[in-house]
Structures are given as structure tokens and as C-alpha cells.
């Protein structure tokens, strides 16, 4: 169903005729900055609530020039910080109503819809920001990279950890032999703290008034507006989502895929509690199996959610902690040592505590540049400065795949064989729903189809 776009006047008039008044404060009471129009960015955000509220704030040194939501809710509280954007609830009226003031977008809008914004903003020539993981299935990535190869664009996924101190020092740590080969990389996460592990309600709900459910669900299948789907509810669904493997591994996995060059894994197998068939299991242990690559050997990558935890290393003192709180951590074993993480890549530490002494005593020197943040590259980018670390054809694309093939196990429930040099499945066949998803009318990928 089309919508109308949405000018200011006629948004704050609908705002405050629904009883939810709000004022605008003037840019100069804000003290943002103002740049020449020349020296920046024309920035429109795709999903301004959540995770797009901080891509609204990553980008509000630029010239944000459009927003975009499908709650007005969320575009009534962004367009109080940014009352001179105009206003959209369908991204793809904005991109072609906004086309010529536009430059770069940022997408933070469930996954299923990852694929098709970022494909619209590749092929109209944007620079493209988009959320992890870089979309819902395999087939959907591999068309974004292909894409991006040629578009001649800046692109970033927003792993903010591949941007981090924490992520260079491991890659650095690990060269310079701190904890000898490394032989498994062990993540856990306290993911999903969503329901998963359901099967579809049966309860009717009305729509709320502030949500444009149809584009919502937007390329996904129909069906009946339900709470248990939106907003935040659906990572677990897999129609809308990928599971806490999905939500967290882009993060969690990412400096082991850089420093390791992991690449495609030659087998994934998945331990679940009981599978339903449209949502993930509410706990997973997937095991990959990497082998030898270049100068490195073989190597295991262990992942835990659910409240599943790793292993205590051997020969740790009893006194020495090794877990992290919070949201999750990660474990590096090599043969003379291990190295612990938070999720991010943050505050890594030997396990050893002599180990550590030395290194803080005599730090490895900084092998890779640091950067000023996730945002800040891509924007540099963007004005033609190097390209930003996550790009989609370089690092987010493959690493999204890595981690979505184990969302393959998890859903099938086979133990898979892949070709470690196309990242194709040999052994078992899948639905075509897995990795090709059909679009809604209205939605699309391009002319090759969904």
C-alpha cells in the first residue's frame, strides 16, 4: 500500500492533533554545529528508533537532510533534534522523492529489510550504512556484495567492535605470539533475552495507530499485526530475524574472522534445544570447524547462547577469573596461552598473569591504525578518505556469512559440509526459503529477482 509522504507541517500537524504534543527548539538553542553545505554529508536515516537512534547521533555532525519510520512515534521524537528533515514512513517514496539531496543513508530496521533498503541506496549511488547482521539469509548477502563491488560507494556494517582499540589489540596480541597457535575461539552471549523457541500466537490485535504495520513487515510474508513480533521481538523469528546467533555473532566473532582469516568453515554442526519452525531455539551450541588457510592450521570456533557458558580453561589458578559479564565474552586457546574478551572485542586480557605483566611492562607496538568509531570511518569514506573497515564487499559480507551458515545448522538441524571455497552447502539440500527468500509484491532486490 503506497503511502504519502509526509511534509513537516502536515507531520507536526497529525502529531499534536493525536494528543502527543512536542516543541522544536531552534538549531541554534541545540548548538549543533553548522558546516558549509559543501563540507557535508546529506545523511537519511532508515529507522530512527533503537539501534537508529544512535545512528541518528553518529551522523548529527552531517546534514541530516531526511528520516524515515514506520512508528510515528520514533519520527516524532527524531524530528525534534532535526526539525529541517523531511519525513517518511516508506523509505522507498523517500529515496525517490529525496534522491537528488541525498548522498549517504543509515538502515536500522529489522533484518528481513536490511537487504532490500541497502539494495535501493546501492543502486540509486548512495553511501550505505547498514546495521548487522548485513541481512536475513546467505542469498540476500551475496547479492549486497556483488552490489557494493560495483556501485562505487561507501559501505559499513555497524560491528562497532571492528572499529574498537579492543579488536586491533587482539589481532596484535595474537601476531605477536602471545598465546602461541591459536587452536579454538569460544563466544557465549546471554542472547536471547527475547522470546524464542515458540510457536506463532493466535491472538488477534488490532494495529496501533502509530505503527504502519504493511511496511513493517515490508518484503516478508503477510501476517496479522501481533506484540510478539514488533518492535524488538522479532530477532527470534525467522521470517524477521536470526536469532541470537545472528544478533551477536557479527560482533562477537569478528576479530577472530580478521585476525584468523577464518573464511567459509568446512563443517557446521548445531546442538539445540527443541526446534520449531519459526523461530530459533530458545538455547544453541554451533560448532565450526575451520581448516588450514594460508599459514595458519585448522581451528574449532564454539559458540554458546541461551545461558551456556564455556569451559574453564585448564590450569587456570582458582583464584584467576576468566568469565565476562554482561551481555557475553569470548575465549581464545592456543598452545601457550589464552586471551579473554568481552564481546566487542573489549578489554582484552592474557590469562595468565605473568603473561599479562609482560605485556603491559613492554605493550606490542600498534600494528593497525586506530580510528576515531564506526561512524567517523564511514563518513570519511564517504568524502574520500580510506574505506571503512566493515565494508560490505571486504569484511561484512563474508563475515555475515560465516555466521549465517550456522543458522543453517541450527535450522535444519543436519550437520553441514561446505566448501571452504565457495561457501556452498554439499550435503544436505535446503528449502530455497533458507537462503532465497520470496518477496512481497512491492519489494525487491532488483531485476534478478527477490
Not at 515458540?198 to 488477534?204: F, M, W
Request: net charge negative; aromatic share 10%; charged share 25%.
Amino acid at each position: 500500500m503506497a503511502s504519502t509522504p509526509l511534509t513537516r507541517r502536515r507531520f507536526v500537524r497529525d502529531f499534536f492533533q493525536a494528543g502527543a504534543g512536542f516543541t522544536l527548539v531552534p538549531s541554534h538553542v541545540l548548538g549543533r554545529r553548522h558546516r558549509p553545505p559543501s563540507d557535508a554529508l546529506r545523511v537519511a536515516c532508515i529507522g530512527v528508533g533503537g539501534m537508529g537512534r544512535n545512528d541518528l547521533r553518529g551522523v548529527s555532525g552531517e546534514q541530516v537532510v531526511a528520516l524515515c519510520d514506520v512508528d510515528s512515534r520514533h519520527l516524532a521524537s527524531a524530528a525534534m533534534d532535526h526539525p529541517d528533515a523531511t519525513t517518511y514512513a516508506d523509505y522507498r517514496e523517500m529515496l525517490e522523492q529525496e534522491h537528488d539531496r541525498i548522498d549517504a543513508i543509515t538502515i536500522s530496521i529489522p533484518d528481513h529489510s536490511h537487504a532490500a533498503a541497502a539494495m535501493l541506496g546501492l543502486t540509486r549511488g548512495k553511501h550505505v550504512y547498514c546495521q548487522k547482521p548485513l541481512a536475513r539469509t546467505l542469498g540476500e548477502v551475496r547479492r549486497l556484495r556483488d552490489a557494493a563491488r560495483t556501485a562505487g560507494v561507501a559501505t559499513q556494517m555497524g560491528n562497532q567492535g571492528h572499529a574498537r582499540e579492543g579488536t586491533r589489540q587482539i589481532r596484535e596480541w595474537v601476531e605477536a605470539g602471545w598465546i602461541g597457535t591459536v587452536r579454538e575461539v569460544h563466544y557465549w552471549t546471554n542472547r536471547p533475552i527475547w522470546p524464542q523457541g515458540i510457536d506463532r500466537p493466535l491472538e488477534q490485535y488490532h494495529v496501533p495507530p502509530y505503527l504502519a504495520w504493511d511496511l513493517w513487515l515490508g518484503p516478508a510474508p503477510t501476517r496479522p499485526f501481533h506484540p510478539a513480533y514488533a518492535h524488538f521481538k522479532w530477532r527470534g523469528w525467522w521470517d524477521f530475524g536470526t536469532g541470537a546467533l545472528g544478533d551477536m555473532a557479527c560482533h562477537a566473532m569478528d576479530a577472530a574472522f580478521w585476525t584468523l582469516d577464518l573464511g567459509y568453515p568446512e563443517e557446521v554442526v548445531a546442538e539445540t534445544t527443541r526446534r520449531y519452525p519459526e523461530t530459533a531455539p530458545a538455547v544453541s551450541r554451533v560448532e565450526y570447524r575451520f581448516g588450514s588457510r594460508g599459514r595458519r592450521g585448522p581451528i574449532r570456533v564454539i559458540w554458546r547462547d541461551g545461558g551456556l557458558y564455556a569451559e574453564r580453561p585448564a590450569g587456570l589458578p582458582e583464584d584467576a577469573p576468566w568469565s565476562w559479564d554482561g551481555i557475553g565474552g569470548q575465549l581464545w586457546i592456543g598452545d601457550e596461552g589464552s586471551l579473554n574478551a568481552g564481546v566487542y572485542g573489549e578489554e582484552p586480557r592474557l590469562l595468565d598473569p605473568e603473561r599479562q605483566a609482560a605485556l603491559d611492562a613492554d605493550p606490542s607496538a600498534e600494528v593497525y591504525p586506530r580510528t576515531e568509531g564506526v561512524y567517523q570511518e564511514w563518513i570519511g569514506a564517504c568524502k574520500g578518505g580510506v574505506p571503512a573497515g566493515s565494508g560490505f564487499d571486504i569484511h561484512a559480507g563474508p563475515l555475515s556469512e560465516m555466521v549465517l551458515l550456522g543458522n543453517l545448522a541450527i535450522r535444519s538441524g543436519e550437520r553441514l559440509r561446505i566448501d571452504p571455497a565457495t561457501g556452498e552447502v554439499l550435503n544436505v539440500t535446503l528449502p530455497p526459503a533458507y537462503t532465497h527468500p520470496t518477496y512481497r509484491d512491492g519489494w525487491t532486490l532488483g531485476p534478478d529477482g527477490f
